[in-house]
């Protein structure tokens, strides 16, 4: 239910319907390629819904004029500041077109009514198209936004690009690991699996605060190495606040996702095949490579899926330990939830996500199963 | 695992890299954990190991217990220091992660076990689609779960009320408790089902006489899940909790983005120990309810 109803507000623009309806219906009815103003009717019924429409709802229509085309907000603040005069003296206006562009000069400037155009439907797809930093031009094409606006594909990228980097370096790490649990005793192996199942089981604060601790200027990373004498003590690395602090951070809280899937795979592989290949001439490299490597396939693209998936939506940890260059695109959405409440863009990019994620989530049902999740 | 003793010294050499090379990765896996606790007993405001810790024999001035201190909400003059202010929001937090956590646990733990009974009946209709809604919460990034519920519980006038919060929990650790206990059910014998009720025990009856009892370490360890997934979530209480429904991780959150405070890594010391106690029970569960069911010991 509330995924239904982020996906309906994503596409969403009936509010400023409710506060403009005779407006918009009237300026459905122009032709645009007769007259370069529209007629008098379309000023006639802005000027009374101004003059007569509720405050608030007013208010919130205007926030979302002004996603489209910034200057909205202002234009129609002056605008109905004048209405207001005019009603309580009682003066209506004999030409309502005049009368709004003399109380501001823009009525006259055609751009805004073109983008008045976006708004005039029940759903919108322009939140989606901001999401990629796209917007619409007057006649309503889709264009990029000017250069120094495009926000969102990079974040998009950076995104997929550390969700790619963690996974591989999560694969890296897990692989032996794994391997070495699955081949040793069972009394070492349940001992050493603390190792990966305390992480997993403390606080994702937690461990995000002790990546900070671990990376920061003063911290304890920098510490040794400066003891050790491998960096001066002015040539402290700046590891965390930025992308590297990312990566190193959703690493480690993202590894035993990878290791448990492997791990309960390479568990059941007989070591005799390992044997096999060895007895029938093979080197220990090759018989690695063609024996074994293909037989954890499944365990390597499970865990692949589940860190990649867990990546592309992290929030927490690039959050605070990235910095200013470090965020991913669930910064902007908790963005736009929380401080501009631009909730059409907000939903908008949660869909996309979304998507990605469903996309990735059918191939994961695919390949492993959704049932075959374990925890521990 | 060992060597055989015909391994060439190349091979030797590649077993004993990989060994070191599995160790740097467990030390990358605890040690941040493990780093943070010596510093939570440090004098200094600052999150670093001073000098004094370093130091050998070991200096009693540099360590001390004053952050513990403020973080139970004692205000005398030698806890609270410039940058650290006192306050009672950590303590008001576990009361409220607590109270939380716990009612969102028995709400999920009942659902989730029904939920998990019904799914491995064998002749279930829609079994697959029923299981991959259930456990969505899980994969769908809670930055998502997040967005949508706080739009939808802001139709509703939820959003910045207990039960919001205990709502969005519920829907959340679901899916752990019906993971668990459905992998309990697996090798439940369904004939007892029908014996108990040849013998004229009712439903209601036979599930708490017959099959609760069996199941039970599952129901715990899902529980547990819940519990920890409630206890720990953030991104949810910071969009829907408002002041009244502070909790550890979001005064943690705000403890870290704010004011860098050693008080954040005595709670994160606290929390550490409520891990390591939470994770012995599980595994202590799962060997039981292994043993109950009659599967070998892995």
């Given at each position: 239910?509330?995924?239904?109803?982020?996906?309906?507000r994503s596409?969403?623009?009936?509010?400023?319907?409710?506060?403009?309806?005779?407006?918009?219906?009237?300026?459905?009815k122009?032709?645009?390629?007769?007259?370069?103003?529209?007629p008098?009717?379309?000023?006639?019924?802005?000027?009374?819904?101004?003059?007569?429409?509720?405050?608030?709802?007013?208010?919130r229509?205007?926030?979302?004029?002004?996603?489209?085309?910034?200057?909205?907000?202002?234009?129609i603040k002056?605008?109905?500041?004048?209405?207001k005069?005019?009603?309580?003296?009682d003066e209506?206006p004999?030409?309502?077109?005049?009368?709004?562009?003399t109380?501001n000069?823009?009525?006259?400037?055609p751009?805004?009514?073109?983008?008045?155009?976006q708004?005039?439907n029940d759903?919108?797809?322009?939140?989606?198209w901001?999401?990629?930093?796209?917007?619409?031009?007057?006649?309503?094409?889709?264009?990029m936004?000017?250069?120094?606006?495009?926000?969102?594909?990079?974040t998009?990228?950076?995104?997929?690009?550390i969700?790619?980097?963690?996974?591989?370096?999560c694969?890296?790490?897990?692989?032996?690991?794994?391997?070495?649990?699955?081949?040793?005793?069972?009394?070492?192996?349940?001992?050493?699996?603390?190792f990966?199942?305390?992480?997993?089981?403390?606080?994702?604060?937690v461990?995000t605060t002790a990546?900070?601790?671990?990376?920061?200027?003063n911290?304890?990373?920098?510490?040794?190495?400066?003891?050790?004498?491998?960096?001066?003590?002015?040539?402290?690395l700046?590891?965390v606040?930025n992308?590297?602090g990312?990566?190193?951070?959703m690493?480690?809280?993202?590894?035993?996702?990878?290791?448990?899937p492997?791990y309960?795979?390479?568990?059941?592989?007989?070591?005799?095949?390992?044997?096999a290949?060895?007895?029938?001439?093979?080197?220990?490299?090759a018989?690695?490579?063609?024996?074994?490597?293909?037989?954890?396939?499944p365990g390597?693209?499970?865990?692949?899926?589940?860190?990649?998936?867990?990546?592309?939506g992290?929030?927490?940890?690039?959050?605070?330990v990235?910095?200013?260059?470090?965020?991913?695109?669930g910064?902007?959405i908790?963005?736009?939830l929380k401080?501009?409440?631009n909730?059409g863009?907000?939903?908008?990019?949660?869909?996309?996500?979304?998507?990605?994620?469903?996309?990735f989530?059918?191939?994961?049902?695919?390949?492993?199963?959704?049932?075959?999740i374990?925890?521990g | 695992?060992a060597?055989?003793?015909?391994?060439t010294p190349?091979?030797?050499?590649?077993?004993?890299?990989y060994l070191?090379?599995?160790?740097?990765v467990?030390?990358?896996?605890?040690?941040?954990l493990f780093?943070?606790?010596?510093?939570?007993?440090?004098?200094?405001?600052?999150?670093?190991?001073t000098?004094?810790?370093?130091?050998?024999?070991?200096?009693?001035?540099?360590?001390?217990?004053?952050?513990?201190?403020?973080?139970?909400?004692?205000?005398?003059?030698?806890v609270?220091s410039?940058?650290?202010?006192?306050?009672t929001?950590?303590?008001?937090?576990?009361?409220?992660s607590?109270?939380?956590?716990?009612?969102?646990?028995?709400?999920?733990?009942?659902?989730?076990?029904?939920?998990a009974?019904g799914l491995?009946?064998p002749?279930m209709?829609y079994?697959?689609?029923?299981?991959?809604i259930?456990?969505s919460?899980?994969?769908?990034?809670?930055i998502i779960t997040?967005?949508g519920?706080?739009?939808?519980?802001?139709?509703?006038?939820?959003?910045?009320?207990?039960?919001g919060?205990?709502?969005?929990h519920?829907?959340?650790a679901?899916?752990?408790?019906?993971?668990t206990?459905?992998?309990?059910?697996?090798g439940?014998?369904m004939n007892?089902?029908?014996?108990?009720q040849s013998?004229?025990?009712?439903?209601?009856r036979?599930?708490?006489?017959?099959?609760?009892?069996?199941?039970?370490?599952?129901i715990?360890?899902?529980?547990?899940?819940?519990?920890?997934?409630?206890?720990?979530?953030?991104?949810?209480?910071m969009?829907?909790?408002?002041?009244d429904q502070?909790?550890?991780?979001?005064?943690?959150?705000?403890?870290?983005?704010?004011?860098?405070?050693?008080?954040?890594?005595?709670?994160?010391?606290?929390?550490?120990?409520?891990?390591i106690?939470?994770?012995?029970t599980?595994?202590?569960l799962r060997?039981?309810?292994?043993?109950?069911?009659?599967?070998?010991?892995r």
């Open positions: 239910m509330p995924i239904g109803d982020m996906l309906f596409v969403d623009d009936s509010q400023i319907n409710s506060v403009f309806p005779n407006t918009f219906n009237e300026y459905k122009w032709d645009k390629e007769k007259d370069e103003l529209p008098e009717e379309v000023y006639k019924a802005l000027f009374e819904e101004l003059a007569y429409g509720e405050k608030i709802q007013i208010g229509a205007l926030t979302r004029m002004n996603y489209s085309k910034s200057g909205w907000k202002s234009l002056t605008t109905s500041r004048e209405i005069k005019a009603v309580k003296k209506l004999n030409n309502y077109k005049d009368f709004l562009i109380a000069e823009k009525w006259a400037d751009t805004f009514w073109y983008a008045m155009g708004m005039v759903t919108t797809p322009i939140y989606y901001n999401a990629l930093d796209r917007t619409y031009d007057q006649d309503q094409n889709v264009i936004q000017d250069e120094n606006r495009r926000i969102y594909i990079k998009w990228i950076k995104t997929l690009k969700s790619v980097y963690v996974t591989i370096f694969l890296i790490l897990g692989f032996p690991v794994a391997h070495l649990l699955a081949n040793l005793p069972l009394r070492y192996s349940n001992l050493l699996m603390i990966v199942l305390l992480p997993f089981w403390t606080s994702l604060l461990r990546w900070i601790v671990m990376l920061q200027q911290g304890v990373i920098n510490g040794i190495l400066v003891w050790l004498g491998i960096l001066n003590d002015d040539g402290r700046q590891l606040y992308e590297t990312t990566l190193i951070a690493t480690q809280i993202l590894l035993p996702f990878m290791i448990l492997l309960s795979v390479m568990r059941v592989i007989p070591k005799s095949h390992m044997r290949a060895q007895n029938l001439g093979a080197k220990p490299a018989a690695f490579w063609r024996v074994y490597l293909p037989q954890t396939i390597m693209s499970a865990g692949g899926l589940l860190v990649f998936v867990l990546a592309i992290y929030f927490i940890t690039p959050e605070l990235g910095g200013k260059d470090g965020k991913l695109i910064h902007w908790a963005y736009h401080t501009t409440l909730w863009l907000c939903a908008a990019l949660g869909a996309i996500l979304l998507g990605v994620m469903l996309i989530y059918w191939l994961y049902n695919k390949i492993v199963g959704i049932d075959n374990k925890l | 695992m060597l055989p003793s015909y391994a190349v091979q030797r050499t590649y077993y004993y890299a070191f090379f599995c160790a740097v467990f030390f990358f896996l605890i040690a941040p780093a943070i606790i010596p510093i939570s007993f440090s004098v200094s405001p600052f999150m670093v190991f000098e004094g810790m370093l130091s050998w024999p070991p200096d009693p001035e540099a360590w001390s217990l004053r952050w513990y201190k403020n973080m139970i909400g004692d205000c005398s003059a030698d609270v410039s940058t650290v202010p006192c306050s929001k950590w303590m008001k937090g576990t009361v409220n607590f109270y939380i956590g716990s009612i969102a646990t028995v709400i999920a733990t009942a659902l989730g076990t029904l939920a009974l491995s009946r002749h209709p079994k697959g689609l029923i299981m991959a259930l456990i919460p899980m994969i769908v990034p809670l997040a967005a519920m706080f739009f939808f519980y802001a139709r509703i006038n939820l959003v910045y009320t207990f039960t919060v205990i709502l969005a519920v829907a959340l679901t899916p752990f408790v019906v993971i206990v459905t992998a309990t059910l697996v439940f014998d007892m089902v029908k014996a108990a013998l004229g025990a009712k439903p209601i036979t599930f708490f006489k017959v099959i609760m009892p069996l199941i039970l370490p599952g715990i360890s899902g529980a547990l899940f819940a519990f920890i997934t409630s206890f720990d979530e953030v991104v949810i209480v969009f829907m909790a408002s002041i502070l909790t550890i991780p979001k005064q943690m959150w705000a403890g870290i983005r704010q004011e860098i405070s050693p008080v954040i890594l005595c709670m994160a010391t606290c929390l550490v120990l409520l891990s106690f939470l994770l012995t599980v595994e202590l060997r039981r309810s292994e043993k109950l069911r009659g599967i070998k010991a």
